[in-house]
């Protein structure tokens, strides 16, 4: 038995195109979905359905999650719709939602489960299922469920020190020959982020991983370094800020550098350059080739 990519039918016309989901025909003997580059799965035992389902899952847009929560650790995690909706289930079945938060140490890792039945084209309804059980760990958490419904989590502010995020720097595709304009910033890691980015019509020269701190409340620093050779020139502000509550709220943001190349110059050159990004002192190098 295998899954098998879907067109799904959207919950309303207000929901984007193609979330990222899954669909697969399980019988009495059980089965797993896994969404492909995301960490979420669903693993159904043998015994917990009286006869075959077709079982659907899918992420849900970050924008259609019906959270207002502004805390740090709030939208850390994606959004599941698990279909049938209201199916119940004879045994536990076991739910992997990735996260992006960086955990304190020596504190008790635990999570709010939440869980939403609500009308198409609505928005959710959150309830917290305080008796669900869970294991919350540095990179998911293991959610045993009984029923289907839309599924989320939240982790306490007090037991975050950070979230993971990914900083990158990309060219405009729309850039002209002699001017350029490259898109230093970040975007939150954890599935369907990313898309913050290509939305913006732009090739990603470079990204690293980095740890967005939330002690300080400090602002990310995009930082202009230098080019090497001198024919092409920067000359605006060398630092350029994304304040804190964006990155702690926001899944993704940028900041625009332009570079020239010097009047005269007859043909185009490739071009070495170095940005940083990052907290305070503790900034990650953002080093490519422009060509």
């Not at 309303?12 to 799965?41: A, C, F, H, R, Y």
């Not at 939240?154 to 002209?176: F, H, T």
């Not at 000359?235 to 010097?262: D, W, Y």
Request: aromatic share 8%.
């Amino acid at each position: 038995m295998s899954a098998k990519s879907s067109s799904l039918k959207p919950i309303s016309d207000n929901l984007p195109s193609n979330p990222l989901q899954m669909e697969l025909w399980i019988n009495k003997d059980g089965g797993v979905l896994e969404l492909p580059d995301t960490g979420v799965s669903l693993e159904i035992p043998p015994g917990a359905l009286e006869k075959d389902h077709l079982i659907q899952m899918r992420i849900m847009p970050y924008h259609f999650q019906g959270d207002s929560d502004l805390s740090f650790s709030s939208n850390s995690s994606v959004v599941v719709e698990l279909l049938p909706s209201n199916l119940k289930l004879l045994k536990l079945a076991k739910l992997i939602l990735p996260h992006c938060l960086v955990l304190k140490k020596g504190c008790e890792w635990k999570a709010k489960i939440y869980s939403s039945h609500h009308e198409e084209g609505t928005q959710p309804l959150w309830r917290p299922q305080p008796d669900t059980p869970h294991v919350l760990t540095e990179r998911n958490c293991v959610i045993n469920l009984n029923s289907f419904s839309w599924k989320k989590f939240k982790v306490d502010d007090k037991k975050v020190k950070g979230k993971r995020i990914v900083l990158y720097a990309a060219k405009v595709l729309s850039s002209s020959k002699s001017i350029t304009h490259i898109h230093v910033g970040y975007y939150w890691d954890k599935p369907g982020c990313e898309k913050i980015v290509s939305i913006n019509e732009v090739s990603v020269l470079v990204k690293q991983s980095a740890v967005f701190l939330k002690k300080g409340q400090l602002p990310l620093k995009c930082h202009f370094v230098k080019l090497d050779p001198p024919a092409w020139t920067y000359g605006s502000e060398e630092v350029k800020k994304i304040p804190f509550n964006t990155v702690a709220n926001t899944m993704g943001q940028f900041r625009i550098f332009v570079l020239n190349i010097k009047e005269g110059t007859k043909e185009k050159p490739e071009c070495t350059c170095h940005f940083e990004a990052g907290q305070g002192s503790e900034l990650v190098e953002l080093l490519f080739i422009l060509k």
